[in-house]
């Protein structure tokens, strides 16, 4: 079993991901009617990824269930990825959300380092 795991601070990540997703509602570009594809995409998987942190039991985890392992395995790397596509300057993300890879949205420095500290 993984130390890190075993370290995987439930709380802590619940806040920092509430926190985010906080911030991608407040960005210029997730403002109804008409919120932008690349924007919501991400914020639906960020929230996704924070409704399984919200199923896994904390003293499970510790235990070392494997189920509660795995969700816990999951939202590590979901969260990594998120990193990922919110500092995409490639245009790759525009082109899987049906967004212009010319003009590449730009998530500003709040949410690219909640997605940061995520990850660290």
Not at 17 to 40: I, K, R, W, Y
Not at 54 to 72: M, N, T, V, W, Y
């Amino acid at each position: 079993m993984s130390d890190d795991i075993l370290d995987f601070n439930c709380e802590r990540v619940d806040r920092m991901m509430a926190d985010l997703l906080d911030s991608f509602e407040a960005h210029p570009l997730m403002q109804p009617p008409n919120a932008h594809p690349t924007v919501f995409f991400l914020f639906d998987f960020v929230r996704n990824t924070h409704r399984t942190l919200k199923s896994i039991d904390a003293e499970k985890l510790r235990a070392g269930d494997s189920e509660s392992r795995q969700k816990a395995n999951d939202v590590i790397g979901r969260n990594h990825f998120t990193n990922i596509l919110v500092n995409d300057s490639t245009g790759k993300l525009a082109l899987m959300t049906g967004g212009d890879p010319q003009n590449p949205v730009d998530f500003g420095p709040d949410i690219k380092a909640k997605a940061q500290a995520l990850w660290v």
